[in-house]
């Protein structure tokens, strides 16, 4: 088992920065890759980043590029997600995930994932 546990969350004004932790542990962390997901009231779970098993390859949503970072420190048994020029849309709890760690990369969909974070909200004020 490889238990995940986010944090970084609150209440923030639009244009503002958070950066979201994500901490791991049961398990070797650089052998899993990592996925940062988001749900908002009402809307299904949807992608957001992923991040390699060494950290040498990222990947994003559309709606998040150039605005969000993904980032590890493998040493640190923990995952980062930095968040920039938030917007309200961004509102969501944010869920932390990690694949089987035969898989090199991460995937942009929740089926991808074994282990899944309690979530932390980020709210945006307008």
């Known amino acids: 088992q490889v238990h995940l546990v986010e944090s970084g969350g609150g209440l923030v004004q639009a244009g503002g920065s958070l950066r979201l932790s994500c901490a791991a542990s049961?398990?070797?962390?650089?052998?899993?890759?990592m996925g940062w997901f988001r749900q908002a009231p009402g809307k299904e779970r949807a992608f957001v980043a992923t991040i390699n098993r060494s950290g040498s390859s990222t990947d994003y949503a559309d709606s998040v590029k150039g605005r969000i970072t993904i980032s590890r420190d493998n040493a640190k048994n923990t995952v980062y997600l930095q968040m920039n020029s938030l917007k309200p849309e961004d509102t969501a709890v944010y869920y932390c995930?990690?694949?089987?760690?035969?898989?090199?990369?991460?995937?942009?969909?929740?089926?991808?994932?074994?282990?899944w974070g309690q979530g932390t909200q980020v709210t945006v004020s307008s």
């Open positions: 049961g398990r070797t962390f650089s052998s899993n890759a």
């Open positions: 995930a990690a694949r089987h760690q035969q898989y090199n990369f991460g995937s942009f969909y929740l089926s991808g994932y074994d282990y």
